[in-house]
Structures are given as C-alpha cells and as structure tokens.
C-alpha cells in the first residue's frame, strides 16, 4: 500500500499555525513512507471563501517548503463528479429525498429541545420497508440525506487517540445535498478521500464528530476507510485556545515578524511531536523519524520563548547568503536599498550571534548603510571635553593605517596608553559617533564593515 495523506484547508482565512501543523505532519508522514502528499482546497463554503486566502494558503505552504506531491485540488472545480455520486446513492437506496421545509425542522427542533432531547432529523422522509411516505410537496426542493445505519456502532483506532466507537443511534441522516443541488462539505470530503485514494487521515481534532459520519458514507460507497489521526488542539501561551489575540496566528505573519522558516518549521515539529530529547533538527531528519505514535493525546501549548530560541539558532547557522538575501528584503522595506554585498554580508557575520529576529538583525546593522540618529543620553554621558581630545587624537592616526580590524585595535591600545585612560574612555564615545548608541560588538570589527572614509567622516562631524 502506498501512503497518500492529503492538507484539506477550507480558505476562509489565512493559513494558521494549528493548520501549518497538520500540513507539516501530513507532508512528513508521506515522506517517510515514500508517499504522495496531497493538497486540497475545500472551497465549497462560498459565501466564505476567498481568492485572497487559497493565496493564502498557497503563499503559506510555499514559504515553509511544504511542496506537495498532487493539486491543489478545489472541490467547486469538482460539483458535477460529486452529483454523479449522490445520484448513484440514490440508485441504491444509500440516500434519499428529504421534503421537510425550514420552518418544519425548526418546529422539530423547538419541540425535541422543549422535551430535552437532543435536536435531531426524525427520520419522517426516510424510506424504510412498510412505510407509505407522503406524496411530495410541489413548493418545497427537496434536499438529499444519507441513509445513516440505525443499529450497531461506528468504530476506529484513531492513530493519536486510541479506540474510538460512536452509536449509531446517536447520528442522524445527515444531509448531503442542499435544496439547490449542491453538496455539502461533509459529503465532499467523503468522495474526494475515496477518489483521491487517501489511506491516512490526519486532521484536526475539531474534525472528530465528523469521522462516524464520513465512515458510514465510505462504507455505503464501498471504499476503502482510510486511517484516521486526530490531533489536539493548540493552547496560547496562557494555556488557553490559541487566537488572534495569543500574536501572529497566521504563518506569513511570522514571516513579518523576522522568523525563519526552518525555526518555524523545527518548533511545529516539537509542538505535540518528540523523539527522545532532540529539540534542533532539520526536516530532512524530521522525515526520517516522525511517526503517528509519538504525538500526544493532550494539548500542546505554544511557548513563544522557545520559538525565540530556536530563531536565535537558525539564524545563527543559516547561510550567510541566504540570510542576506532575506535581509536586504527588510533592509529595503526601511529605505536602505542599495546596501553592498560584501558589506551586508559582513556586517551579518558581526551581528547575527546577538540577534533572535530578522527584524531585529536587520535594525542592528542598519547604521552600517545610513547615518544614524545618535541616543541623546549617550551623547551627553560619552562626548564630553575629557573624552574628545582622545577621540581627535585617534582619528588623526587613522589615515594612515592599514584598514584591518587588527590595526584599528592597535591604534586605539596605543590612543589609551599615551592619554593614561582606560579603553571603555575612547571605545564608548566612538561607538555613540560611528553608530548612535553606547552597545555594539567590537568597535573595531564594526570600523572596518564600515570603512574608513565613513568611519572618520562620522567620527569628524562631532570633532568640528
């Protein structure tokens, strides 16, 4: 048998982080088998769904590299394979034609509250042997209903949640097809697993009341039940279900917020997930191991410290060129856009160990590339009488020297010697001169990125 798993977002939003790990794990289970993964846009929701958000959903996919193997598939590209279906249900007498009118079930459903039960379809258009059904009402287009099993139980061993068995009694005829003709997303979901030959199911857990229905229906069909794994929910930092109030809920949010794909792609991987005690991995080894028996029944709660550290690293390790080629993109967005490759990437090396965001890195060596607003108090505290003579001095010697992070040092060793001062005397008001602030690594690696013509320019204009 070949694995076939498939991500089956319904584009009503944008691609949230408890959906980017359900397509993570569906992706990774596939590749760890050799299978096919598939994607599945379930549009059929109109009144809701959005060009906007299958791009979305695509956008959202595409930056965390999650490339899948068929589709996207739209299931409104799929209505009249879907009709074919239902009207050969109702050949065999698996579905069947429900006249009741809006104001009927509602009136239904008032009474079984009224009589605390569970508000449910009475069955009243179901055929069944013996009964005499009324002749159909002229004003009123029927919709279609599945012939539900009224005995017995629908059962499965859910691959996270262990055994799980629904009566029958407790489900109704669901519907499958609206007074217009069009099939709804329950049904859908049904055919497009069968046709698409899905053999593992791994959703969401909210799906769960779902699964007894769909296994009926695929029954009734004669296709193969795929197997299911229901994952747990997301809890927020404050244990509470993760919203749009918990901070970045979209994926390309956290592109915004100067993530790396691959931190992001590491912690989902962890959120739920573990193999021994390993926390950094890439996906490649991700693949190698991951396996449906080590997700947790439990909720996973998102820990955004965490997160934040696993940025730190990639952003640590990631190749200086590709780390460029993302920064340059920030860089750009705050009105820098002609800084010089070999500077860039220079400047990355010097800073990218202090940074955990993009945002943050890219604002760090943003005064290697335009002249920087200098932080009043550090000027006041760190260019005064006693510290400029010492700065003037220094820079004079500057013109001469080769331009080397070494020879910068010598210098200012030798500045520090002849004036009797302590180092931090000349390191603090060149720091406030060359880059605004009083903290950088150090001021001589941060002179040669920039270069002497800038360094002593910057350096001269609080001399004269």
Same mark, same amino acid.
Request: proline content about 5%; charged content about 20%; overall charge negative.
């Given at each position: ?35 096919q ?22 956008d ?82 029927p ?51 069968w ?28 296709a ?10 997301i ?64 909720? *996973?709660?998102?820990?955004? $410290? ?6 730190a ?5 990631c ?85 080397? *992070? ?6 200012m060793?030798e ?7 302590k ?10 001169m ?18 002497? $013509? ?11």
């Open positions: 048998m070949q694995v076939r798993t498939r991500f089956a977002p319904s584009p009503t939003g944008f691609l949230h982080i408890g959906g980017a790990r359900t397509a993570l794990f569906s992706w990774a289970y596939a590749k760890r088998f050799q299978g993964f598939v994607l599945r846009i379930e549009d059929t929701d109109v009144a809701r769904s959005t060009p906007e958000a299958v791009q979305a959903i695509l959202g996919m595409h930056w965390l590299g999650l490339d899948y193997d068929e589709g996207p598939f739209y299931q409104m590209q799929r209505m009249d394979q879907y009709k074919v279906v239902i009207q050969n249900m109702l050949a065999a007498g698996t579905a069947y034609l429900c006249y009741c009118s809006k104001e009927e079930l509602d009136a239904l459903r008032e009474q079984q509250m009224q009589q605390g039960q569970k508000p449910r379809y009475d069955g009243r258009w179901r055929p069944e042997a013996g009964k005499v059904l009324p002749a159909p009402p002229q004003d009123v287009s919709v279609v209903r599945f012939k539900n099993p009224t005995a017995g139980v629908v059962a499965w061993d859910d691959l996270v949640k262990g055994r799980i068995e629904i009566s029958n009694t407790e489900l109704d005829d669901v519907i499958i097809a609206r007074a217009d003709g069009t099939p709804t997303y329950n049904f859908c979901v049904v055919v497009d697993d046709e698409m030959n899905i053999t593992h199911v791994i959703r969401g857990d909210d799906h769960v009341n779902n699964t007894p229905r769909q296994i009926n229906m695929l029954n009734a069909l004669g193969k039940v795929p197997e299911y794994a229901h994952l747990s929910m809890l927020g930092d404050d244990g509470q279900k993760l919203s749009k109030r918990h901070g970045a809920v979209s994926v390309m949010q956290y592109d915004e917020e100067g993530y790396l794909p691959e931190a992001v792609l590491n912690y989902l991987a962890r959120l739920g997930w573990s193999h021994g005690d390993d926390e950094v991995f890439d996906m490649q080894q991700f693949c190698t191991w991951f396996d449906l028996d080590h997700i947790t029944p439990s909720a *996973a709660q998102f820990n955004t $410290e965490k997160l934040n550290w696993l940025n690293h990639y952003i640590k390790t190749d200086i060129g590709k780390l460029a080629q993302d920064i340059a993109k920030r860089l750009a967005q705050a009105g820098v856009s002609d800084a010089p490759p070999a500077q860039l990437a220079s400047a990355l090396q010097l800073y990218r160990e202090r940074a955990n965001n993009l945002n943050q890195l890219a604002q760090d060596i943003h005064f290697f590339f335009t002249l920087p607003q200098a932080n009043a108090a550090d000027v006041e505290k760190h260019i005064t009488p006693e510290t400029l003579p010492i700065v003037a001095d220094f820079a004079q010697k500057l013109q001469t020297i080769d331009w080397t *992070a070494e020879a910068i040092h010598a210098v060793n500045i520090v010697t002849t004036h009797q001062v180092f931090p005397k000349l390191a603090m008001p060149l720091r406030v060359l880059i605004g602030i009083a903290q950088s690594p150090s001021i001589d690696q941060v002179m040669m990125i920039l270069g002497r $013509e800038a360094s002593i320019a910057r350096i001269n204009a609080y001399l004269s």
